[in-house]
């Protein structure tokens, strides 16, 4: 699936939720807005499109991974009113494919990534109905159930790794203790590649830096 695509699917279905909570605002019950010591757990739609800033193999070439929607809970918890930390929980299947190299274009395979993502927040307006947040924190990428595109590649892994992310998004306390949400992170994580193939082993580095968009609603208790 194309990054346009994606990103179309996620900013469209941002539009939706939002005319949903617009629409609701002026009815049910009153909006009670952030709190310190409370909770608040979202369920979100995400779509994640790795940008592949850079890579290099020992074949040559550029590699080049697919994006993908995905569902994905989260679950944060505000020490004030206006700090949070966040912490995400979700997983997706991608294609990888070596682009350019001296035997030209080779599908390597699939994996599933699950990335546990961990932020510290300040919302901003925490009492308003809209009430905007940007975050800081770290990212932990575990790769599994890597599948080879044979014959070329008869076997492929990849490295876990560790990685800085940012984020950026907003809460609208449309209805009591219900929010739609609207949350965008750029994560920057590396990763390296070990391939066997039937020319023999072949190493690649390549920076992901998915960029994950997501709508949702939330809960806060």
Not at 49 to 77: C, K, L, W
Not at 119 to 130: D, S
């Amino acid at each position: 699936m194309k990054n346009g695509t994606v990103l179309g699917l996620c900013l469209t279905g941002a539009l939706a939720v939002s005319g949903a909570a617009l629409a609701q605002s002026t009815d049910g019950d009153a909006p009670v807005g952030k709190e310190a010591g409370t909770f608040m757990i979202r369920g979100r739609v995400i779509g994640v499109i790795p940008e592949d800033n850079s890579s290099e193999t020992t074949v040559g070439g550029h590699v080049s991974t697919t994006s993908q929607i995905a569902p994905e809970a989260d679950f944060s918890y505000f020490f004030t009113d206006n700090i949070a930390a966040e912490l995400i929980a979700a997983t997706t299947r991608h294609s990888l494919q070596a682009t350019g190299t001296v035997v030209g274009n080779v599908d390597v395979g699939s994996t599933w990534v699950l990335p546990p993502t961990l932020t510290l927040q300040y919302h901003f307006m925490p009492h308003e109905r809209f009430s905007p947040y940007v975050g800081v924190g770290l990212n932990v990428s575990f790769f599994y159930n890597e599948r080879a595109a044979t014959p070329v590649v008869q076997r492929f892994t990849l490295n876990d790794n560790v990685g800085a992310a940012l984020q950026v998004g907003c809460d609208y306390n449309f209805s009591g203790h219900w929010f739609a949400n609207i949350d965008v992170k750029q994560i920057f994580l590396d990763t390296n590649a070990h391939v066997s193939t039937v020319l023999g082993p072949v190493l690649a580095k390549t920076s992901l830096d998915p960029m994950v968009a997501g709508i949702g609603i939330g809960y806060r208790f």
